[in-house]
């Protein structure tokens, strides 16, 4: 059986403006499904980008 490394992945801390409204939803749905606010953001923009289509010229 392969041991077991934990690994911490790499993230940078950034700011971003959003408005008051918007966040207090991310809130109240982080705070349902009982993940941080940070977790929540992290998984809706992976989950767009995944689902993207492409702009092709």
Do not use: C, G
Not at 14 to 35: G, H, N, Y
Request: aromatic share 6%; hydrophobic share 40%.
């Amino acid at each position: 059986m392969p041991k077991f490394v934990p690994r911490k992945p790499e993230k940078e801390v950034i700011s971003m403006r959003i408005s008051v409204d918007t966040l207090k939803e991310i809130d109240r749905k982080a705070a349902e499904f009982e993940i941080s606010r940070n977790e929540l953001i992290n998984q809706m923009i992976d989950y767009a980008l995944a689902n993207m289509e492409s702009v092709t010229q």
